[in-house]
């Protein structure tokens, strides 16, 4: 068995990796709103992006909008930014911290959408936010070792699993489609921080969020009961 080279965070490439050595001294707080996203626009794309704007609050009610270009819903706990029409392969990087962000297309482009990222047990379905099967790129920016987001092909977490940032998120009996071996045990299961090419491309129906496993006796032996 190879060990995994493990750094807190890759500049370039498809996936970063952390390990607990060094990457957890700052544990920086949340935000408590969302950076908002106000590019300038001409009077087209204004009409353009808000007739978006104005289906997806129909989409899914209990949503406000707040700004040129996003809706937020539950206090910003759920945040989707619209690209600027004619620009949408201009890439929108920004994911705030303590947010897990996905994006429409390949190295953060397109339709964007914001969750915030809690150790509570939970699970989004991405259809009322308008991103069912539409997910080719992501980003996790929160402290380390502190949340478990896996990503699945049906609602609810069914089907198979395209999407995890850890070895440790088990659905359906499969567990990370990231094309790396398996970790040392010398640390937690290694965390993934973002993913700029998914090989599931468009795929992701749904995602969940749990605590991040620690170390345990069933991660060496192979097992996944993580929970």
């Not at 978006?52 to 910003?76: E, R």
Request: glycine content about 8%; proline content about 7%; charged content about 15%.
């Amino acid at each position: 068995m190879k060990r995994l080279s493990m750094i807190c965070w890759l500049a370039s490439g498809v996936v970063a990796i952390a390990t607990i050595a060094g990457c957890i001294a700052q544990q920086p707080k949340a935000p408590d709103s969302p950076t908002l996203f106000d590019p300038p626009m001409n009077q087209q794309q204004k009409i353009e992006v808000q007739k978006k704007i104005d289906a997806q609050l129909l989409l899914k009610s209990g949503g406000q909008q707040i700004s040129s270009t996003q809706v937020a819903y539950d206090n910003g706990n759920a945040v989707i930014t619209f690209p600027v029409p004619g620009q949408v392969n201009t890439p929108n990087t920004t994911c705030d911290f303590g947010y897990v962000c996905f994006w429409e297309h390949i190295r953060y482009v397109g339709q964007k959408l914001a969750l915030r990222s809690t150790p509570a047990i939970r699970t989004e379905n991405l259809a009322q936010y308008g991103m069912s099967n539409k997910i080719s790129s992501w980003k996790h920016n929160n402290n380390f070792f502190y949340v478990a987001i896996g990503g699945a092909s049906q609602l609810n977490l069914g089907g198979i699993m395209v999407m995890a940032n850890t070895f440790e998120f088990d659905i359906g009996g499969e567990c990370c489609p990231f094309g790396v071996e398996q970790s040392t045990q010398h640390a937690p299961p290694p965390e993934f921080v973002f993913n700029e090419q998914m090989g599931y491309d468009n795929q992701m129906v749904s995602v969940g969020f749990y605590p991040y496993p620690q170390r345990k006796t069933a991660w060496f032996t192979g097992l996944h009961s993580p929970w």
